[in-house]
């Protein structure tokens, strides 16, 4: 590996290490707001999917659970 390579790597790897410093160094009720805010948006995710199963839709992937 020439050294042009071990440079760019080296890089790389210092940039992954400062992105995960730097999220460990935010403070904690930020971190806790955007997990609140992931979990919303993962909870409305799975109800619009429930309603098109229940209620079937343009969206529903399965025609024998969509039927009404």
């Known amino acids: 590996m020439d050294k042009t390579s071990k440079v760019i790597f080296a890089l790389i790897a ?3 290490w400062f992105n995960t410093a730097s999220n ?3 403070p ?8 609140l805010s ?6 409305q995710s799975i109800s619009r999917n429930l309603e098109i199963l229940v209620f079937g839709g343009v969206n529903c ?5 969509c039927q009404q």
């Open 28 to 35: 904690a009720h930020a971190q806790q707001q955007d997990a």
């Open 14 to 16: 210092a940039a992954l």
């Open 38 to 43: 992931d979990i919303k948006l993962s909870a």
């Open 61 to 65: 992937t399965n025609p024998r659970l």
């Open 24 to 26: 460990l160094l935010r």
